[in-house]
């Protein structure tokens, strides 16, 4: 390692730059966060923290402040003239964390900067990226300070996590290709009352003019956002204009106050096609924005910094420096990128649909399908984000002999997390493969050899039926995703695989 430079800058403190530098810290690595604004945002944009963002937060040590700040929603529930087509139930997905998280982004980045803060590291504010010169060896950042005075500071990674308007990507030259969805939307955090509203459930309405959804925030308090159909009439709506379209679209009776924040918003999907240029990242916003359909945005980023965190963590080690393990963030996290901007698309266009046929059609398919048991746990996988897998990953392996029944843990899938190992899969202060299974005959020589990258779960842990006793062996990453999956006496293939990551 080397002291005498941070091993990584991330530019940027919003959620993902805070998880980012975060999970960084946690695995020692020497890190500096900057943000160009003087004061966090006190904007509660993103409102939801999704079971598979929880999870990775159990990793870290830290998602029981979370928890504790938030409320917790049972399901969503979609209808339409009054009648409810579908509805979305987690408490049955198969997660420590069956709910969704209901927390202000702004209480979010809080707590965020409260964990970093256990490590020492606070954002350095009022510092701006002016611009940045990728090198083979290093990446030198031109810094702006406060008092307008440059710096040049050396890095060896640098990760963007500036959001939709990245300097970085700028300075990269990338290309952010996509559109803007036509119509305007509008936004409002305030109170509300009514004899329809469930307080813990996220309430989506159609109606045949546009879509009405309400978030819970806290206790009677909630979000509204509806689009407009077109282009918003002025700056910023005013509440009664909220309530002119909650009256028109949503439960009767449901009276709206006290309002804290009212915006117009407009919808933008677009993504870069490289999330690496050599020794410079983008994660977050800066790499992949769409519509707030399904909540995505902010949980996607969290997730690419908890997907590269420990790859760099690696990386500054020496192990796995430049070769697949870094390739990997890019091929892995784009494709999860791409997959929530076509969902998140999809249903914003399934919401926003103003043909009268198709509005019936889509009612009775939703109607129809949504009363479907594996139809709803699909849908709930989906929204609580613990179906995201990297099937297609380069880091997957899967040896002959592997355990292939129904349930068994394939390469590339979101790790079971029964009993002891929700907590122990990544945690601690290096970034570890976790061994499971395995007939004990090559865990020392293993251990020995690569006692850096591998942990070893038995004989403390109690193995999860899913992992079928004594069948197979698999590794587990540090971000909680198969990476082997191999016969209970795989050892050599065990080994070839941490060679494969540290090569
Ligand atoms: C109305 C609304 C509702 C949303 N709802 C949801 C939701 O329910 N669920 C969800 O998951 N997502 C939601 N999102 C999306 C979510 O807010 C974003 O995905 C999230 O903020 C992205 O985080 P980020 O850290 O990548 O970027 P940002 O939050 O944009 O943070 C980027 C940071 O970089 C700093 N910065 C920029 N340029 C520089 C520079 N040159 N030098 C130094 N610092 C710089 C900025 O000051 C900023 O603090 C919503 C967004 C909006 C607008």
New binding site residues.
């Given amino acids: 390692m080397n002291l005498s430079l941070p091993h990584v800058l991330v530019?940027?403190?919003?959620?993902?730059?805070?998880?980012m530098a975060a999970e960084l810290a946690r695995y020692q690595v020497k890190v500096r966060l900057?943000?160009?604004?003087t004061a966090?945002?006190d904007?509660?944009?993103?409102?939801?923290?999704?079971s598979r963002t929880l999870e990775l937060l159990d990793r870290a040590g830290c998602a029981g402040a979370f928890i504790d700040a938030g409320l917790k929603a049972s399901g969503a529930s979609i209808s339409a003239q009054g009648r409810r087509l579908a509805h979305i139930d987690l408490a049955a997905i198969d997660s420590p964390h069956p709910y969704a998280l209901m927390l202000p982004?702004s209480e979010t980045?809080r707590l965020l900067a409260q964990h970093l803060a256990g490590f020492g590291i606070t954002v350095e504010r009022g510092?701006?990226?002016?611009d940045l010169t990728p090198g083979r060896d290093r990446v030198t950042a031109r810094?702006?300070q406060p008092d307008g005075r440059e710096e040049d500071v050396a890095c060896d990674w640098l990760v963007g996590?500036?959001?939709?308007?990245?300097?970085?990507r700028h300075r990269l030259g990338m290309d952010f290709a996509g559109s803007a969805e036509p119509s305007d939307?509008l936004?409002a955090d305030l109170r509300i009352a009514g004899p329809a509203i469930v307080p813990d459930e996220i309430g989506i309405f159609w109606h045949r003019d546009g879509v009405l959804a309400v978030?819970p925030i806290t206790a009677g308090r909630v979000?509204v956002?509806a689009d407009l159909g077109g282009a918003a009439p002025g700056a910023a709506p005013d509440l009664a204009s909220v309530q002119a379209i909650v009256d028109r679209r949503g439960p009767a009776g449901t009276v709206l106050s006290d309002p804290i924040w009212l915006?117009y918003?407009r919808i933008n999907e677009r993504m870069v096609d490289h999330y690496r240029v050599g020794r410079v990242f983008l994660?977050?916003?800066?790499?992949h924005?769409h519509s707030?359909a399904?909540?995505?945005?902010?949980?996607?980023?969290?997730q690419d910094a908890c997907n590269l965190a420990w790859k760099l963590a690696l990386a500054v080690r020496g192990i796995g420096h430049g070769g697949k393990l870094l390739d990997s963030y890019d091929s892995e996290r784009r494709a999860v990128g791409a997959m929530v901007l076509r969902n998140a698309t999809r249903l914003t266009h399934a919401a926003v649909l103003r043909n009268p046929l198709g509005q019936i059609v889509r009612n009775g398919l939703v109607h129809l399908l949504g009363e479907l048991p594996p139809v709803q746990q699909r849908l709930a996988a989906t929204m609580t984000e613990i179906d995201i897998a990297y099937p297609d990953s380069p880091l997957n392996r899967t040896a002959r002999g592997a355990p292939e029944g129904r349930g068994a843990p394939r390469a590339g899938e979101r790790a079971p997390l029964d009993g002891d190992l929700a907590r122990r899969i990544g945690a601690g202060a290096d970034p570890k493969f976790l061994l499971v299974g395995g007939d004990g005959g090559g865990e020392r020589a293993l251990l020995e050899r690569f006692g850096a990258l591998v942990t070893v779960a038995t004989p403390d842990a109690t193995l999860p039926q899913k992992y079928g006793a004594g069948t197979g062996l698999w590794l587990i990453r540090p971000d909680g995703y198969i990476g082997l999956a191999a016969p209970a006496d795989g050892w050599e293939s065990a080994a070839e695989y941490l060679a494969m990551i540290a090569a």
């Fill in positions: 530019v940027g403190a919003g959620p993902v730059g805070l998880a900057i943000d160009k604004a966090p945002s904007k509660s944009k993103a409102l939801v923290l999704w982004q980045e510092v701006e990226l002016a810094l702006r996590c500036d959001g939709a308007h990245s300097t970085v939307w936004l978030f979000r956002i915006a918003f994660a977050g916003d800066a790499a924005i707030p399904g909540g995505q945005g902010m949980n996607t980023g969290i």
